[in-house]
């Protein structure tokens, strides 16, 4: 494939390392000083590229979906902190028939972490005596917290565990209430990546935790997704993708 980057910081690097390793070609890279220009001014190795992978910023991933869409360029998005925009840009994304996969984590293992949160929280439901609350660590240059993956996994965990039905991220010096999960987060040298799911009670402690060693799984499942994704129409995650492999 002919693949184009959004964002050539240190994830990108990987990607552009891993998809070499796998036969791909890369068609052009953009950062944030050198940004994707807009529609009338993009290069035919651009246009007629095989996909596109962005891990940028949120405001440069509204930009990208908007300007290759209607392109047809399949976008593989693993930036995060664009949550709150996801519903508009799908709409955008089905309206002109174009292709996007998006995950907060392209960690295979991240995904395995999903669904055994999933299925602990349906068992955790029946035990009232298990409180839960989610932690995780970083690198001290990630700008969002928590994490994509830390809210993506908060949902598994209220979507199962009835008695919390909502996130917190911040206390402001007052006590948890009942029905609220907290998500926290810490900030700290070159950490990778690392998710632990706690289920607490008087008797005992159930941990589940997803620990990225570096972020080369990241890159690989990142151009696996773009694999994947070449040839379809349509809006989709890594769920998808895990499932349907």
Not at 137 to 144: A, E, F, G, V
Not at 168 to 195: D, K, W
């Amino acid at each position: 494939m002919k693949i184009v980057l959004l964002g050539y910081g240190r994830m990108g690097q990987d990607i552009e390392k891993v998809a070499v390793e796998r036969g791909h070609a890369i068609a052009a890279r953009f950062t944030i000083d050198d940004p994707l220009p807009e529609l009338t001014k993009l290069s035919p190795e651009v246009k007629s590229a095989d996909c596109a992978i962005d891990f940028s910023s949120p405001d440069a991933t509204a930009h990208h979906i908007h300007t290759l869409g209607p392109l047809h360029v399949p976008l593989v998005v693993g930036t995060t902190g664009w949550n709150d925009q996801l519903a508009s840009h799908v709409k955008f994304i089905r309206e002109c028939g174009g292709t996007l996969l998006h995950a907060s984590n392209f960690s295979v293992g991240a995904y395995i972490l999903f669904h055994l949160a999933a299925e602990a929280s349906k068992l955790v439901d029946r035990f009232p005596e298990y409180d839960a609350a989610i932690h995780e660590t970083h690198h001290r240059l990630k700008k969002d917290a928590p994490s994509g993956t830390a809210l993506h996994l908060a949902k598994k965990v209220l979507m199962a565990l009835k008695r919390k039905t909502e996130i917190v991220t911040s206390l402001n010096n007052r006590a948890i209430e009942p029905h609220e999960l907290l998500v926290s987060s810490s900030r700290i040298g070159s950490v990778a990546g690392t998710h632990t799911l706690t289920f607490e009670s008087d008797a005992d402690a159930i941990e589940i935790t997803h620990t990225a060693h570096t972020r080369r799984g990241f890159a690989l499942g990142a151009v696996a997704g773009a694999e994947w994704v070449r040839g379809k129409t349509g809006v989709f995650t890594i769920e998808d993708f895990v499932l349907n492999k």
